[in-house]
């Protein structure tokens, strides 16, 4: 499970909360990512070494160094304790214009620094509405994985977000969510093999709220969740609980 704090929190305020989690959060045995913003990852990373939670980054650039003004390239963040960063998340790709081949771009240059990407892929409401989910996820996700090694994708994780779910209060249902989880399986297992996708984790992320996670956490290729505005708070705690229900 992955918390995406976005452009939230004063670093006193994201402190205090890493700290409660990593008291309160103890006890989980799968494998929990807290990713705040840039500017407070070493104060996060601090209370975070010795425990069991992990450190994700929202985003990062895909050279190692250079003219690039207001970029974080992937060394730097690997050097401050990041073990995963979050990449394509349709924030980056509809406010920041990012393309699929800056995705790949990215995919690559995380793998290289030693860390593991957390792959966005998902639909817009209006390409639903035509039809195009398992398109636009299809061409997503195999542009994000073009020339990859499959030991580099073994470190992968995918997150399907439909665009439409995603701080809206709207949920995916946890059939339409499988469907399209089972569909990226099925493309890992043709673009690859079948025990590679199987071990692949593949996130749902989307509105998920303490009262509609365990639904979607039963389906049985929905691996865990990127949770957004839930992991501001103590929901998160309660999110946690659930998948402890089910591991
Ligand atoms: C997200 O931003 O990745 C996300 C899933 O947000 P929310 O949970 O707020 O919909």
Redesign the pocket.
């Known amino acids: 499970m992955a918390g995406?704090w976005?452009m939230n929190k004063t670093r006193e305020e994201a402190m205090f909360f890493s700290n409660k989690l990593t008291q309160d959060l103890a006890g989980m045995n799968f494998q929990i990512v807290l990713c705040p913003p840039f500017v407070f990852l070493q104060n996060v990373a601090e209370i975070l070494t010795g425990t069991k939670l992990h450190l994700g980054a929202q985003n990062c650039y895909y050279e190692r160094s250079g003219a690039f003004t207001g970029e974080v390239s992937p060394l730097m963040l690997k050097e401050i304790g990041v073990e995963y960063v979050i990449v394509g998340?349709s924030?980056r790709r509809h406010i920041f214009g990012e393309t699929d081949e800056m995705i790949n771009k990215k995919v690559k240059a995380i793998l290289d620094n030693g860390m593991k990407p957390v792959i966005c892929v998902g639909e817009t409401k209006e390409e639903r509405e035509r039809g195009l989910t398992f398109c636009v996820v299809e061409s997503q996700t195999r542009q994000a994985l073009f020339g990859l090694s499959k030991d580099n994708v073994e470190k992968v994780v995918i997150a399907y977000?439909p665009v439409w779910?995603?701080?809206t209060g709207i949920v995916a249902k946890p059939y339409q969510a499988q469907e399209v989880h089972r569909f990226i399986r099925k493309l890992l297992e043709q673009l690859y093999d079948e025990e590679l996708a199987q071990k692949i984790p593949i996130l749902y992320?989307?509105?998920?709220k303490p009262d509609n996670f365990f639904g979607l956490m039963i389906q049985p290729d929905i691996d865990g969740g990127?949770?957004?505005?839930?992991s501001l708070d103590d929901q998160f705690i309660e999110l946690a609980k659930i998948i402890s229900w089910l591991v």
């Not at 992320?205 to 998920?208: K, V």
């Open positions: 995406n976005k998340h924030e977000e779910a995603i701080g992320g989307g509105s998920i990127l949770v957004g505005g839930a």
